[in-house]
C-alpha cells in the first residue's frame, strides 16, 4: 500500500506508513518541478506513471513514479472537452483510460493514453 501526506507546500509518498520515499511537487503552476495547487487525486497508470489532478490549476499533471521526474500536463480552466473547473479525482480504468471527476462542470470525462 502507499500513501500520500500532506505537509505545507510538500506532499510526498510513503511505502506501508513506514520509511519516507521522497518530496513530490511544491506550490506553483508551473511545469518544472511538478507545481502544483491543491492536488486533490492520485492514481497510478499503466505506464507507470503517477497522474495528479491539479484541482486550483484546473490541469491534469504526469510524472514519472521511478524518479519523480515531470512527463507532462493536460487541461486548462474551462468548460470545453480536455477543460476542467477543478478536477478532483482521478483513476485509470481495465481499458487504460483515464477517468477524471470534473467537480463544478458536473461531468466526468474520459481520456486516452495519448
Same mark, same amino acid.
Given at each position: 500500500?502507499?500513501? =500520500? $501526506?500532506?505537509?505545507?507546500r510538500r506532499y @510526498?509518498?510513503?511505502?506501508?506508513?513506514?520509511?519516507?520515499?521522497? /518530496?513530490?511537487?511544491? =506550490?506553483?503552476? !508551473?511545469?518544472?518541478?511538478?507545481?502544483?495547487?491543491?492536488?486533490? @487525486?492520485?492514481?497510478?497508470? !499503466?505506464?507507470?506513471?503517477?497522474?495528479?489532478?491539479?484541482?486550483?490549476?484546473? #490541469?491534469?499533471?504526469?510524472?514519472? #513514479?521511478?524518479?519523480?521526474?515531470?512527463? +507532462? /500536463? $493536460?487541461?486548462?480552466? @474551462?468548460?470545453? +472537452?480536455?477543460?476542467?473547473?477543478e478536477p478532483r479525482?482521478?483513476?485509470?480504468?481495465?481499458? !487504460?483510460? =483515464?477517468?477524471? /471527476?470534473d467537480t463544478f462542470?458536473?461531468?466526468?470525462?474520459?481520456?486516452?493514453?495519448?
Amino acid at each position: 500500500w502507499r500513501s =500520500l $501526506f500532506r505537509e505545507p507546500r510538500r506532499y @510526498g509518498v510513503v511505502r506501508d506508513g513506514a520509511a519516507f520515499v521522497r /518530496t513530490l511537487g511544491s =506550490l506553483g503552476s !508551473g511545469d518544472r518541478n511538478f507545481e502544483l495547487d491543491c492536488p486533490a @487525486g492520485v492514481c497510478v497508470d !499503466g505506464d507507470n506513471h503517477i497522474v495528479v489532478a491539479d484541482r486550483d490549476n484546473n #490541469r491534469i499533471v504526469v510524472v514519472a #513514479r521511478r524518479d519523480g521526474s515531470f512527463v +507532462r /500536463t $493536460f487541461g486548462s480552466e @474551462g468548460a470545453a +472537452r480536455g477543460q476542467f473547473n477543478e478536477p478532483r479525482c482521478v483513476c485509470v480504468n481495465a481499458a !487504460g483510460f =483515464l477517468i477524471v /471527476t470534473d467537480t463544478f462542470n458536473h461531468r466526468v470525462q474520459m481520456f486516452t493514453r495519448d
